[in-house]
C-alpha cells in the first residue's frame, strides 16, 4: 500500500526559505508513469495546487507561486521535496504531498497526512 | 484560471437522508476533468469521484458524480455517519488545476 510522508521544519522565519520532503513508501517513485504534487491549505481555508514533478524532474507549478518554487526529486530515496523562498505569513498551511494521476489526469490519490508550517519570527 | 463554486456552504441533514452538492466552474471544464474529496477533521483530503463520474478505488457505492462543461453534482444516496465531513470539488481541465471552497455537511 503507498504511503507518503511529508517532513520539515514547522517553523520557518518571514523571508527565508520553506523546505518539505516528501518520502514515498509502498512503491517507487520512478518508472511507474505517476506525477508526484504538493497542495496546500491554510488553517480554515481551502486547498491549493502548488506544483508537481516527475520522476524525471520534469515540473510544472502554479504561475501564482512560480517565481518563489522550486520542486526536485531524489529517485535513489524516493522522496520529493518542495522549496519556497521568500515566505510570509500567507505562507503557513498545512502542505500536502500526493501522487498525481498523470501529467493530464490531475488528481491526487492518495495524500501524506500533511504537515503544518508556520511563517512566523 | 478556472474558478469553481460550491454550494450550499453547509449542508445540515440526518443520517440515512440524501445529499446533493453542486460545483460550479467559471468556465466549462475540458473533457469533464473534475474530482470530488472528502475531508475529515484533523485528516488529509480522500479521492471519491474522478472524470466527473469515476468513483476512486475502494469508494462505495452511494457516492455518485454527475455533469459536464460548467455544472457538476456529487450525490451520497443515503448519508452514512462516517459521511459527515467536508467536500471538495478540483478542476484539472486547464493549469492552475483549483479546488473549489468546500461544502460541508453536517449532522442536522
Known amino acids: 500500500q503507498l504511503q507518503l510522508q511529508e517532513s520539515g521544519p514547522g517553523l520557518v522565519k518571514p523571508s527565508e526559505t520553506l523546505s518539505l520532503t516528501c518520502t514515498v513508501s509502498g512503491g517507487f517513485i520512478s518508472g511507474s508513469g505517476y506525477y508526484w504534487g504538493w497542495i496546500r491549505q491554510p488553517p480554515g481555508k481551502g486547498l491549493e495546487w502548488i506544483g508537481s514533478i516527475y520522476y524525471s524532474g520534469s515540473t510544472y507549478y502554479n504561475p501564482s507561486l512560480k517565481s518563489r518554487l522550486t520542486i526536485s526529486v531524489d529517485t535513489s530515496k524516493n522522496q520529493f521535496s518542495l522549496k519556497l523562498s521568500s515566505v510570509t505569513a500567507a505562507d503557513t498551511a498545512v502542505y500536502y504531498c500526493?501522487?498525481?494521476?498523470?501529467?493530464?489526469?490531475?488528481?491526487?490519490?492518495?495524500w501524506g497526512q500533511g504537515s503544518l508550517v508556520t511563517v512566523s519570527s | 484560471e478556472i474558478v469553481l463554486t460550491q454550494s450550499p456552504g453547509t449542508l445540515s441533514l440526518s443520517p440515512g437522508e440524501r445529499a446533493t452538492l453542486s460545483c460550479r466552474a467559471s468556465?466549462?471544464?475540458?473533457?469533464?476533468?473534475l474530482a470530488w474529496y472528502q475531508q475529515k477533521p484533523g485528516q488529509a483530503p480522500r479521492l471519491l469521484i474522478y472524470g466527473a463520474s469515476s468513483r476512486a478505488t475502494g469508494i462505495p457505492d452511494r457516492f455518485s458524480g454527475s455533469g459536464s462543461g460548467t455544472d457538476f453534482t456529487l450525490t451520497i444516496s443515503r448519508l452514512e455517519p462516517e459521511d459527515f465531513a467536508v467536500y471538495y470539488c478540483q478542476q484539472y481541465g486547464s493549469s492552475p488545476f483549483t479546488f473549489g471552497p468546500g461544502t460541508k455537511v453536517d449532522i442536522k
Open positions: 468556465q466549462s471544464i475540458s473533457s469533464s476533468y
Open positions: 500526493a501522487r498525481q494521476y498523470s501529467y493530464g489526469w490531475v488528481w491526487f490519490d492518495p
